[in-house]
């Protein structure tokens, strides 16, 4: 970053440290080395990105009220991880975020990297689906996983996002969220957000995985009435109220390392109960898609491995791997 983008960083660090009170012109234009004139140039500057400032003759200026924005200056400093998003990339526009950590991997960015963007020009979904990411509405992130993993495991990390958001919108804002195999996290039977990992391998190990989860936010009703292939909603629908992104972004993050660690430490079977609790599907009879296959059976449950066990009318259980459930009973 040049000198001259940090100093409007430091000014809004100033105007934050006095907390609600005005900061002098001068006393900023002193503390940052520059002329007062340039001091009203960053201050527009922090407005363009939508900080309220507030600036008073003889007073100076104060901040009155911080943008939703997902920039590392609104997120860093209340993290609490101990290895998740310390190598924080932020983009307020990129084609898709999944493909950008892809390229950070390759480049050699550390374990437990993030990209997050504000606007996605080509978000991408399973089997290459469209994922529709409005400017500063959802969150759209990546996560760099560098732990060499046994390749069957991959997929599991799919199942550590849903959990640690499910969780979240459990906790923080007492939804009842639940998770619709594989990668889906609903609310209502409506999904609220969608997670797609893509993994590089040697042989039987994983080099590295990037898991990436599209969460709709602040997405009004009409943004949500689709063309989708499954009927979707946002939190701001189901809460009645607008949320702040950082929370939900911050939330997320902390129980995403701390899923992550449980399952590195006990494995993907001590996450199961939990994800067995949450699913929105268990004893429910769906229908489930794959290739030119649909096959019509009850959920009994997820298999140690992450397969959807499914109950065939002929009383045999099935494993399913991969695929889409595009019914589910007494569904939307
Ligand atoms: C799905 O429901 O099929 C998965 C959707 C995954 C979307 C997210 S948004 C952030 C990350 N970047 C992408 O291009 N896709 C994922």
Redesign the pocket.
């Known amino acids: 970053m040049s000198a001259a983008k940090a100093t409007h960083l430091e000014i809004l660090r100033l105007l934050r440290q006095s907390e609600g009170s005005f900061v002098s012109g001068s006393v900023l234009a002193e503390k940052v080395a520059i002329s007062r004139p340039g001091v009203w140039k960053h201050i527009n500057r922090l407005k363009q990105m939508g900080y309220e400032v507030q600036s008073r003759p003889r007073r100076g200026y104060m901040l009155v009220a911080v943008p939703d924005s997902l920039a590392p200056g609104e997120i860093v400093p209340d993290l609490a991880t101990g290895w998740l998003a310390h190598s924080y990339h932020y983009l307020p526009t990129i084609g898709?975020?999944?493909d950008y950590a892809l390229i950070l991997a390759a480049e050699g960015a550390p374990h437990g990297a993030l990209v997050v963007a504000e606007q996605?020009t080509e978000?991408?979904?399973?089997l290459k689906?469209e994922?529709m990411?409005h400017p500063n509405r959802g969150i759209?992130?990546?996560i760099l996983l560098r732990d060499l993993l046994p390749i069957r495991v991959a997929p599991q990390s799919s199942f550590i996002g849903a959990l640690a958001l499910v969780k979240m919108l459990r906790e923080e804002f007492g939804i009842a969220a639940s998770i619709k195999w594989p990668?889906?996290v609903l609310i209502g039977g409506r999904k609220v957000a969608?997670?797609?990992t893509e993994t590089q391998s040697d042989q039987d190990f994983t080099r590295f995985i990037v898991m990436?989860?599209?969460i709709n936010v602040n997405h009004s009703r009409e943004e949500m009435a689709g063309p989708f292939r499954y009927p979707a909603t946002s939190i701001a629908i189901e809460t009645g109220l607008a949320v702040k992104r950082q929370k939900v972004l911050l939330g997320f993050l902390h129980r995403f390392e701390r899923e992550y660690e449980r399952f590195l430490g006990s494995g993907f079977s001590a996450l199961l109960p939990e994800i067995e609790q949450y699913s929105e599907m268990l004893g429910k009879t769906i229908t489930v898609v794959y290739g030119n296959r649909q096959i019509v059976g009850k959920a009994a449950g997820i298999s140690a491995e992450g397969a959807l066990l499914l109950l065939r009318e002929d009383g045999s259980q099935e494993p399913v791997w991969a695929g889409d459930v595009v019914r589910i009973e007494g569904g939307v």
């Open positions: 898709s975020t999944n996605q978000g991408r979904g399973r689906r994922w990411s759209y992130l990546s990668n889906d969608g997670i797609l990436g989860m599209g």
